[in-house]
């Protein structure tokens, strides 16, 4: 059988993580815990120890073909030395705070990472927010132009699919079955087969196949110190987890043909006119240099949880101070403070861009997929693609800044380099508590 197998060379641990729940009667607090994303891990030779995956690259003896490489290769475990000292992830005992870092070396280099809330030892946590309020602590104090500590939610199954693909063995337990609205080619294994077809090299440690993932998100927080958005991305898969391939996966020139809003609709301070309201100290409304809770509130058109999504809203609590988003200040967009179909698509006319929010499902489309039920993701990261301008600088960098929805951030278009990032601030890390 082709399959995507499990290592027995480490045993694989879960760090604990706490989620409260919450209603006007007060707050009850449940133990859940994380894993780790697969394309992260250590992929080596069923039963042995021969690298499957070296560098950026398959090794051809067990990956002549996906089938073959499936059954020839193995995920293996992360054990609790591992999360700290090979990825650089901490958890207190209590869950109620995770640290993840940005580079970390043992006998390797390790930059970034990306985790899930499992709600069982096989299966995510299904997050169902319509008619909720979402609440997370953060501190982006140590997070540089260019970095992006990321927390969001995608519509990944359950079982990682396991059900649907008896080939993936490893399932939920072994953080498989990602998917974002990138419908990201660089997934290792997609539906439990590896995706070696096609497989080109793209960094020290990543390359894209011939497949994508693609479903839907909601960004609830990229940042770093000096700029945050909060993004909403539809995607026509309604089926959550879909598996693409060619102008599906909407890369390069097919962008606006792909299956997903690789754009979204974002709702970034900055970028709508409003320059003082985040960044690093008090002159700023909310001040990064310090933590503080994000609340987003996702509002139904009848206030109940079957009700078709409206509107997202976002408020701030730091000092004990609650401090609501303050109005666009962009002319044409100046009646705005959150996300909705009618600020989507007004901010979408005045900025030039095309609004794929609109054609892929709308704000109803997104709420049907938090209907659905999405997994929840933490991770941080750095941008090989486009330095993460889009979020903190001018961007595209070809467009003169006086263009409105150019400006992003107070970040210089000269920083957000991978290399120097990882070279100069090493010890970057973000911190996401009391979920």
Same mark, same amino acid.
């Given at each position: 059988?082709?399959?995507?197998?499990?290592?027995?060379?480490?045993?694989?641990?879960?760090?604990?993580?706490?989620?409260?729940?919450?209603?006007?009667?007060?707050?009850?607090?449940?133990?859940?815990?994380?894993?780790?994303?697969?394309?992260?891990?250590?992929?080596?030779?069923?039963?042995?120890?021969?690298?499957?995956?070296?560098?950026?690259?398959?090794?051809?003896?067990?990956?002549?073909?996906?089938?073959?490489?499936?059954?020839?290769?193995?995920?293996?475990?992360?054990?609790?030395?591992?999360?700290?000292?090979?990825?650089?992830?901490?958890?207190?005992?209590?869950?109620?705070?995770?640290?993840?870092?940005?580079?970390?070396?043992?006998?390797?280099?390790?930059?970034?990472?990306?985790?899930?809330?499992?709600?069982?030892?096989?299966?995510?946590?299904?997050?169902?927010?319509?008619?909720?309020?979402?609440?997370?602590?953060?501190?982006?104090?140590?997070?540089?132009?260019?970095?992006?500590?990321?927390?969001?939610?995608?519509?990944?199954?359950?079982?990682?699919?396991?059900?649907?693909?008896?080939?993936?063995?490893?399932?939920?337990?072994?953080?498989?079955?990602?998917?974002?609205?990138?419908?990201?080619?660089?997934?290792?294994?997609?539906?439990?087969?590896?995706?070696?077809?096609?497989?080109?090299?793209?960094?020290?440690?990543?390359?894209?196949?011939?497949?994508?993932?693609?479903?839907?998100?909601?960004?609830?927080?990229?940042?770093?110190?000096?700029?945050?958005?909060?993004?909403?991305?539809?995607?026509?898969?309604?089926?959550?987890? @879909?598996?693409?391939?060619? =102008?599906?996966? /909407? *890369?390069?020139?097919? &962008?606006?043909?792909? +299956?997903?809003?690789?754009?979204?609709?974002?709702?970034?301070?900055?970028?709508?006119?409003?320059?003082?309201?985040?960044?690093?100290?008090?002159?700023?409304?909310?001040?990064?240099?310090?933590?503080?809770?994000?609340?987003?509130?996702?509002?139904?058109?009848?206030?109940?949880?079957?009700?078709?999504?409206?509107?997202?809203?976002?408020?701030?609590?730091?000092?004990?101070?609650?401090?609501?988003?303050?109005?666009?200040?962009?002319?044409?967009?100046?009646?705005?403070?959150?996300?909705?179909?009618?600020?989507?698509?007004?901010?979408?006319?005045?900025?030039?861009?095309?609004?794929?929010?609109? @054609?892929?499902?709308?704000? =109803?489309?997104? /709420? *049907?997929?938090?209907? &659905?039920?999405?997994? +929840?993701?933490?991770?941080?990261?750095?941008?090989?693609?486009?330095?993460?301008?889009?979020?903190?600088?001018?961007?595209?960098?070809?467009?003169?800044?006086?263009?409105?929805?150019?400006?992003?951030?107070?970040?210089?278009?000269?920083?957000?380099?991978?290399?120097?990032?990882?070279?100069?601030?090493?010890?970057?890390?973000?911190?996401?508590?009391?979920?």
């Amino acid at each position: 059988v082709s399959a995507q197998q499990v290592g027995t060379q480490k045993t694989e641990t879960h760090l604990p993580v706490s989620l409260s729940t919450c209603d006007k009667g007060g707050c009850s607090k449940e133990a859940k815990s994380i894993t780790l994303d697969a394309n992260w891990r250590w992929v080596h030779n069923v039963g042995g120890y021969t690298n499957c995956y070296t560098g950026s690259e398959w090794d051809k003896n067990f990956c002549p073909d996906p089938k073959t490489c499936s059954e020839s290769c193995a995920l293996d475990g992360v054990d609790e030395q591992t999360w700290t000292n090979t990825y650089g992830i901490k958890s207190e005992q209590s869950g109620d705070s995770l640290e993840l870092g940005f580079v970390t070396q043992s006998q390797g280099k390790n930059v970034g990472s990306r985790v899930y809330m499992l709600d069982s030892e096989n299966s995510y946590q299904m997050f169902k927010l319509k008619n909720r309020e979402f609440t997370f602590d953060v501190d982006v104090s140590k997070l540089e132009c260019g970095l992006n500590g990321a927390l969001y939610f995608v519509e990944m199954k359950q079982d990682a699919g396991q059900s649907e693909f008896s080939a993936n063995k490893a399932g939920a337990k072994y953080g498989t079955g990602y998917c974002d609205a990138q419908c990201p080619r660089d997934v290792k294994f997609i539906n439990g087969e590896a995706n070696v077809e096609d497989w080109t090299p793209s960094g020290a440690s990543t390359g894209t196949g011939k497949y994508g993932a693609c479903c839907t998100e909601m960004d609830i927080w990229e940042s770093n110190k000096q700029a945050t958005a909060y993004t909403g991305h539809t995607c026509n898969a309604p089926n959550g987890h @879909t598996r693409c391939e060619g =102008k599906d996966c /909407g *890369d390069g020139s097919q &962008r606006e043909d792909g +299956l997903c809003d690789k754009d979204g609709c974002d709702f970034n301070s900055f970028r709508v006119g409003d320059t003082t309201f985040f960044g690093p100290s008090s002159k700023y409304a909310i001040d990064s240099s310090k933590p503080f809770s994000v609340v987003t509130q996702f509002i139904t058109a009848d206030g109940s949880d079957e009700g078709d999504l409206v509107d997202i809203r976002r408020k701030y609590v730091q000092n004990g101070k609650v401090i609501s988003l303050r109005n666009a200040t962009t002319p044409g967009l100046q009646k705005f403070d959150s996300l909705s179909d009618k600020f989507c698509s007004a901010q979408k006319t005045i900025f030039g861009d095309p609004n794929r929010f609109q @054609t892929q499902g709308d704000m =109803k489309g997104l /709420g *049907d997929a938090l209907g &659905r039920g999405m997994v +929840l993701v933490m991770s941080i990261w750095d941008d090989h693609a486009a330095n993460m301008l889009w979020l903190d600088s001018a961007y595209p960098t070809t467009a003169p800044t006086s263009k409105p929805g150019v400006l992003r951030g107070a970040c210089a278009t000269t920083s957000g380099d991978p290399d120097t990032l990882e070279r100069e601030y090493p010890g970057a890390s973000v911190k996401y508590m009391n979920i």
